[in-house]
């Protein structure tokens, strides 16, 4: 990042030089502290010098400001995408800048702050899958392979990269199986199970690992890959002092008919194929250990039913919103091969 940062008092002469050894042709100007000022281009010198006769004077004399800047890496690489620009710095509440965001990051993931270093992840593992017989019958859904690696460890994958090492898996159906290839794979990594002799729903399940879940954890499910900020996630569930945080995708349908709006036996309007849009459920949450205090203490319980009555208790639910190209679905046949596309 440093080769892409030059103080406002470096001289045009010298920001030309860096400009030159970049394969990005672009610098950031920042002040002392790193907050960044402006950017340059080669094009930005040479209509300065056009200007002014020569190039006799510093970075803060030609550089262009405001520059693009953003917050968060998606948002980066939605800038990039729509202004067609080559990069741009990550910066912090501050405008300091921490990163430079190209093209090539789109793989890349965030690293969660220290202090969300000890959040454990739950993942739902213990289904039959029944949706994707034949399948399931030979392989747990947690194992079936998308582009050659099973679903199930590409979800958990996420989170070991961006810092996140501590998983409890929830285990019923091929348990053996299950354990087994997690023991011996993804080294570094610490995995607790709990098995399920009856389904009990994911409420139902987090409430036999209690004594596990001491502090803020998150919850996810095993066949769904959600592409999500996860230190993002977290700081957002923290800033809004919320007990449970929902991710919501934002989903579009088309309905393939001319809808006709009524006024009673009149019609009031006609719309042909209108799209509705709807936030959905992702089944990825964060949660904090106090909802323990809503759980029945027998029972199937769902997520669901939790949000029910923590809304009922006036307590905090929050949704972090993502769009629907975030979120793929593996439960079903048909998206198996969309989602072996598009991670390929």
């Not at 019958?137 to 994958?157: F, Q, T």
């Not at 997690?182 to 399940?205: H, K, Q, R, V, W």
């Not at 009031?268 to 709807?278: G, Q």
């Not at 990825?284 to 208790?313: G, I, Q, R, W």
Request: charged content about 25%; some cysteine.
């Amino acid at each position: 990042m440093k080769n892409y940062l030059v103080n406002a008092s470096t001289s045009i002469q010298d920001v030309l030089t860096s400009l030159e050894s970049l394969q990005q042709k672009i610098v950031y100007v920042v002040d002392a502290n790193n907050k960044v000022l402006g950017s340059i281009t080669d094009g930005d010198i040479r209509r300065f010098a056009m200007k002014k006769g020569n190039i006799a004077s510093t970075a803060a004399d030609c550089m262009h400001s405001p520059c693009y800047v953003c917050h968060s890496l998606k948002d980066g690489l939605r800038l990039i995408k729509e202004r067609k620009i080559v990069n741009i710095p990550l910066v912090n509440n501050e405008n300091v800048i921490i990163d430079i965001i190209s093209e090539s990051s789109h793989n890349a993931v965030t690293r969660v702050n220290s202090e969300f270093k000890g959040v454990k992840v739950v993942m739902m593992a213990g289904g039959k899958g029944e949706r994707l017989y034949p399948y399931t019958s030979v392989l747990p859904k947690p194992l079936i392979p998308i582009s050659g690696i099973p679903i199930a460890e590409r979800i958990l994958m996420r989170f070991k990269e961006a810092g996140l090492k501590s998983y409890v898996l929830s285990l019923n159906y091929k348990k053996n199986l299950i354990k087994t290839y997690f023991d011996d794979s993804m080294e570094d990594c610490s995995f607790a199970y709990i098995e399920e002799n009856e389904p009990l729903g994911t409420g139902g399940s987090l409430r036999l690992m209690k004594h596990l879940l001491t502090d803020t954890f998150i919850v996810i499910n095993c066949d769904m890959l959600i592409d999500v900020d996860i230190n993002e996630l977290l700081s957002y569930h923290k800033n809004q002092n919320a007990d449970l945080t929902m991710v919501a995708a934002n989903k579009k349908i088309e309905i393939p008919y001319g809808v006709v709006n009524l006024d009673g036996d009149e019609i009031a309007s006609l719309e042909e194929k209108p799209t509705i849009e709807k936030y959905i459920n992702t089944g990825m949450y964060v949660v904090n250990p106090s909802v323990f205090d809503y759980f029945p203490e027998t029972a199937k319980f769902h997520m669901t039913d939790l949000c029910d009555a923590l809304l009922s208790k006036n307590r905090k639910v929050c949704a972090y919103k993502i769009e629907n190209d975030d979120y793929m679905d593996m439960g079903v046949f048909s998206e198996l091969k969309n989602m072996s596309e598009k991670v390929r």
